[in-house]
């Protein structure tokens, strides 16, 4: 299992953390996704452990996006962070792109394969900084810290769709995660949770979108996270810079 390097952008990220339909269907048990019996989602973990490994094998992209806003000190702000992630089959190679726009404003370009990562890092009008490290694990190419706490909320079936002979199922949790990294260390009056994860049969999880209110230091804040996947491969394109540091490492 390949070690996740990527940490800083990680942390970024984890700090905020033609379809025909049938209504009212639901899957039966042999066609539910994984995880998912009785109408419910029972067991995250082979949830995420179908999705990690369903989307590896084929390669993807996805595009994650976290909002927060609210006031401090009487100021209003916004917080915006946003990372799309390209990945080939079998993470042969890789590449994601995070923004962060606020307070500070930071981007960090990664590109990597089976034995090496390469960063830069663009932040405070500096000139770029530039790492080399280990890859980062499939694992966490594939979503699986910013998904996981979210997967803890009660998850119900509303709906089954069929899209290109692909069934969909839509679950919806309006009751919060029992994970308290679902929100800010700091969060508190947490509220108004709702959230709806829509995934394949082969447990891909093809989209996640929470939205929460809470309190930031006695102050309302709202929260929104949307997760988007494309389950083909997209083909990874490396950066010229990377070329440059591999000829003068």
Same mark, same amino acid.
């Given at each position: 299992?390949?070690?996740?390097?990527?940490?800083?952008?990680?942390?970024?990220?984890?700090?905020?953390?033609?379809?025909s339909a049938l209504p009212g269907a639901s899957p039966s048990t042999s066609e539910a996704p994984p995880g998912v019996e009785d109408e419910q989602l029972t067991n995250s973990t082979a949830l995420l452990d179908a999705h990690v490994?369903?989307?590896?094998?084929?390669?993807?992209?996805?595009?994650?996006?976290?909002?927060?806003?609210?006031?401090?000190?009487?100021?209003?702000?916004?917080?915006?962070?946003?990372?799309?992630?390209?990945?080939?089959?079998?993470?042969?190679?890789?590449?994601?792109?995070?923004?962060?726009?606020?307070?500070?404003?930071?981007?960090?370009?990664?590109? #990597?394969?089976?034995?090496?990562?390469?960063?830069?890092? &663009?932040?405070?009008?500096? /000139? *770029?900084?530039?790492? +080399?490290?280990?890859?980062?694990?499939?694992?966490?190419?594939?979503?699986?810290?910013?998904?996981?706490?979210?997967?803890?909320?009660?998850?119900?079936?509303?709906?089954?769709?069929?899209?290109?002979?692909?069934?969909?199922?839509?679950l919806s949790a309006t009751d919060r995660p029992e994970s308290e990294a679902a929100f800010p260390r700091n969060a508190t009056n947490i509220r108004e949770y709702e959230s709806e994860l829509v995934v394949d049969g082969d447990g891909?999880?093809?989209?996640?979108?929470?939205?929460?209110?809470?309190?930031?230091? #006695?102050?309302?804040?709202?929260?929104?996270?949307?997760? &988007?996947?494309?389950?083909? /491969? *997209?083909?990874?394109? +490396?950066?010229?810079?990377?070329?440059?540091?591999?000829?003068?490492?």
């Open positions: 299992m390949k070690r996740a390097y990527g940490a800083i952008a990680l942390c970024l990220l984890l700090a905020l953390a033609g379809c490994e369903a989307v590896t094998a084929s390669g993807y992209s996805h595009e994650v996006n976290l909002t927060q806003s609210g006031t401090v000190d009487g100021e209003s702000f916004t917080s915006e962070r946003r990372q799309r992630t390209t990945v080939e089959a079998n993470a042969a190679e890789y590449r994601y792109q995070l923004v962060n726009n606020g307070r500070a404003n930071s981007r960090f370009i990664v590109w #990597g394969n089976e034995t090496v990562e390469y960063q830069r890092i &663009e932040a405070g009008g500096r /000139d *770029p900084q530039y790492r +080399r490290g280990e890859p980062t694990a499939t694992e966490s190419l594939a979503g699986q810290p910013l998904l996981e706490p979210h997967l803890s909320a009660p998850y119900e079936v509303v709906d089954t769709t069929e899209s290109n002979g692909t069934t969909l199922t839509t891909r999880i093809r989209s996640l979108s929470v939205g929460v209110t809470y309190d930031i230091d #006695g102050e309302s804040a709202d929260y929104r996270f949307t997760f &988007e996947l494309d389950s083909e /491969d *997209p083909g990874v394109e +490396r950066p010229a810079w990377v070329e440059s540091l591999e000829d003068s490492s």
